[in-house]
């Protein structure tokens, strides 16, 4: 991809230049001191109708062969291949139908020559049948006992083998799989009632900020209703965590310390606002003085201002303030945290290229990621701009379901280059996803 020339007016732009000088961190390196930093949380036995999207933590070995027994995988009859070599429509083969075999029950002596045993799906398989017919190839002359089989029956036909999904001893889940509906049925198939996984990270929650009030009160001049708590304990459930919500903390030390100390026995703490420059950002005050805090600026829009380390022994991610910063900076590192704690041993975001639609201006050489609607067309995936790219716009954030990503040496995406897109949103890898670019 070669970068456009010049910048013309009238261009989407999404925000402040991130050209402040050589200390600011890519977004990369960003991601990694912060991941290094984590770990699998502890094994906990789970019974396993509460799994669901949780990691297991250790391999799972069947104590028995699955299926355990042959078994039919239809309605049909039962038979002896060799009895059926040299049938055909004109010629059928006739056999007597000597017994019927039914689900749950243990089939009666042994198939003779000459006989058929009328069966049905997932019935033992009487010794001496090799096959099974359905009922629908048959010609029945049920006055007589007898069916006329139609056409050569080959070895194994509509049958199920003992062990066939899995033997006895063998790992039929491996430590790290994430735990779907597929895999809550295979653990029970297997006999489990319990699995060992990673619990839920519990995810302390704080906004700060005089101006955030709940919703549901009524609006002062000056105060905004805080969108930034429950988009950010959304996150933290989407990605499998428990959030605490703190509330909202005043600017003043006293408030973020007293809010802060409810989530001692947290996993993780997020805050939102109060790490950058102002004259009230008082979190990363208060975080110095009360733990070992980084405050970094990140090469990254929006999501420039980031704070992270620990408060006493648990760490700590402060996002921006703005709402749509605080989305791109959790999405970006707060919730690759998480999955790490789950035990994910696959924390990347599914991402597809897509063909951009639009003009997007990139100012201030830093990794961008605009809100984008992405759509599937007979050509392949296309992304256009899901409205207004402000840090405070929720209204193009709730008609987006991709972050199109910039990269930093670009001036100027536009329209027609591809460019990679995160879609955060997809069942976090729950799903057969297209193949990644990465």
Not at 238 to 265: F, N
Request: aromatic fraction near 4%; charged fraction near 20%.
């Amino acid at each position: 991809m070669s970068i456009a020339a010049p910048i013309v007016p009238n261009h989407a732009s999404t925000g402040r230049d991130c050209k402040v000088g050589a200390a600011m961190l890519g977004v990369d390196e960003a991601r990694r001191r912060i991941l290094n930093a984590f770990a699998p949380l502890p094994a906990t036995a789970t019974p396993i109708q509460d799994a669901l999207a949780l990691t297991i933590a250790e391999d799972v070995v069947t104590g028995i062969a699955l299926p355990p027994f042959t078994n039919s995988a239809m309605d049909g009859y039962a038979v002896r291949t060799f009895d059926t070599l040299t049938a055909s429509a004109a010629r059928p083969a006739w056999l007597k139908v000597s017994g019927q075999a039914t689900a749950g029950h243990e089939p009666e002596g042994s198939l003779e020559p000459g006989c058929a045993v009328r069966i049905m799906t997932g019935a033992p398989v009487p010794a001496g049948a090799d096959a099974v017919i359905r009922f629908e190839e048959i010609d029945e002359a049920s006055e007589h006992g007898w069916i006329g089989v139609p056409r050569s029956v080959r070895p194994g036909e509509n049958i199920r083998p003992a062990g066939e999904v899995a033997r006895q001893g063998e790992i039929v889940l491996a430590a790290g799989s994430r735990i779907r509906p597929a895999e809550i049925g295979l653990l029970a198939a297997v006999g489990r009632t319990h699995v060992a996984v990673h619990r839920r990270p519990r995810v302390a929650v704080l906004v700060t900020g005089d101006e955030v009030v709940d919703a549901g009160t009524a609006l002062q001049p000056g105060q905004i209703w805080n969108s930034n708590g429950p988009m950010i304990a959304a996150q933290v459930r989407h990605c499998g965590g428990d959030p605490i919500m703190l509330g909202v903390a005043r600017d003043t030390a006293g408030s973020v310390r007293a809010r802060l100390a409810e989530s001692a026995d947290a996993d993780l703490m997020i805050t939102t606002g109060g790490v950058s420059v102002g004259d009230f950002d008082v979190v990363k005050d208060v975080l110095q003085a009360e733990g070992r805090i980084d405050l970094w600026q990140i090469r990254l829009k929006p999501g420039k201002p980031l704070a992270f380390g620990w408060v006493g022994d648990t760490p700590l991610i402060g996002l921006p303030g703005n709402p749509i910063a605080a989305y791109v900076a959790f999405t970006q590192f707060a919730r690759l945290a998480i999955l790490t704690m789950l035990g994910r041993q696959d924390v990347s975001i599914p991402t597809v290229r897509a063909k951009l639609l639009d003009r997007i201006e990139n100012r201030g050489e830093c990794e961008q990621y605009a809100r984008v609607q992405v759509e599937m067309t007979s050509a392949g995936y296309v992304a256009r701009l899901a409205g207004g790219q402000g840090s405070g716009m929720l209204t193009s954030l709730a008609k987006s379901n991709g972050l199109l990503m910039i990269p930093e040496t670009f001036d100027v995406a536009e329209p027609g280059m591809t460019f990679q897109v995160q879609m955060p949103d997809w069942d976090l890898g729950s799903l057969g996803l297209e193949s990644r670019d990465t």
